[in-house]
């Protein structure tokens, strides 16, 4: 078995280490690029939402590469997201690709499920053995995790913005290579140090939330770098969702930490008090959230045509107005182009930076 699996943000990290856990040959999509998309796109309709395009483009690019099994995560509710294994088998299949794929369902509340699938996975590997890879894929994710918010910190701040990138970009390099918990350690604790070390300028940046769909919000590659764009523009970016918070929600049981799905879930009350599918209402419930953590403006992401978000956007005027904070949307689709995106996010900041004057002088 060779297998594989889609990217989304720096997920591939943990992923390897898990499938390589449970003894399998692992045969990782390059990293996404302008072939991809267009790979993607040429095969999907064009209604399509772009991440499963993206998704598309990373199998045909690991099946070229000799990968035999696709592991795709499953789902339900009003996201297509769902029907996205379905689909994706389909196309592939009328492409003339011969292999296997590998639905790996959130359990229904029983962690033993999911031990129980990565066990049927893996390479005559034992639940104890199962345990331990996920164990272990888990530790790594969070060492990920605390570079990734230790970047979001230092990068609007540092004086030298490109060496805070270029120590980020290695860190990650390291973290995917280290083979056990001391090389994990090493490789964490070293470059946290690095980025602490930067030289800052001392200007208080803008707090900004990114908030929307969660491949969207993750995947850099999908939102066209917003995080880093905007931090070039020194402004310190929150996302809204972590892939450890939604693996805790849905896969865990929130057996890990609390749930933060469920903080966001209260937050959204009363402007929007069910679900709307995808991640519509944590979207509401974190716009909320950032509002009464006094942030300085929110901007939603998601794929063109994502209902979920739609639905999301059509409140948040609601809660912009009655939490005053203020709201950007951006929908992105193989069409968006750099210099667009570029041009709102510096109109949006400078607004940001106007009424933060003006409230400073009015108070």
Not at 31 to 46: A, D, M, Y
């Amino acid at each position: 078995m060779k297998i594989t699996y889609p990217h989304m943000g720096n997920a591939h990290i943990a992923i390897n280490a898990m499938l390589e856990n449970l003894k399998l040959e692992v045969i990782p999509p390059p990293p996404i690029s302008k072939k991809t998309f267009e790979l993607g796109v040429k095969h999907c309709p064009e209604f399509a939402c772009m991440p499963l395009k993206i998704n598309l483009g990373n199998f045909i690019e690991a099946l070229d590469l000799g990968a035999d099994t696709i592991l795709m995560a499953g789902g339900w509710g009003p996201c297509r997201f769902g029907y996205y294994a379905q689909v994706e088998r389909d196309i592939l299949e009328d492409l003339g690709f011969d292999f296997e794929m590998v639905i790996l369902e959130a359990p229904d509340s029983r962690v033993s499920e999911l031990f129980q699938q990565l066990q049927a996975l893996g390479q005559n590997v034992s639940i104890w053995e199962a345990f331990k890879a996920l164990k272990f894929a888990w530790y790594k994710l969070q060492v990920v995790e605390k570079l990734e918010r230790s970047f979001a910190y230092i990068h609007p701040r540092a004086a030298d913005k490109n060496r805070v990138e270029d120590i980020y970009d290695k860190g990650l390099l390291e973290l995917e290579r280290a083979q056990d918990k001391s090389d994990i350690d090493e490789a964490g604790s070293k470059n946290l140090d690095r980025l602490n070390q930067m030289v800052l300028t001392g200007k208080k940046p803008l707090k900004i939330g990114l908030v929307g769909e969660i491949y969207t919000v993750l995947e850099p590659m999908a939102n066209y770098s917003i995080a880093r764009c905007l931090g070039r523009l020194n402004v310190e970016v929150d996302n809204s969702i972590y892939i450890s918070d939604w693996l805790n929600d849905h896969l865990l049981g929130s057996l890990v930490k609390k749930s933060h799905q469920k903080h966001l879930v209260k937050c959204a009350r009363p402007y929007l008090n069910y679900s709307v599918g995808g991640h519509g209402l944590e979207t509401v419930g974190s716009t909320v959230d950032y509002a009464r953590k006094k942030y300085d403006g929110v901007i939603q992401v998601g794929p063109l045509t994502c209902m979920p978000e739609i639905v999301a956007q059509s409140v948040l005027s609601s809660v912009s107005k009655e939490e005053d904070i203020p709201c950007m949307t951006l929908y992105f689709d193989e069409h968006a182009g750099t210099a667009g995106i570029q041009t709102r996010l510096e109109a949006f900041t400078d607004m940001l930076k106007r009424k933060k004057t003006l409230t400073a002088l009015t108070h």
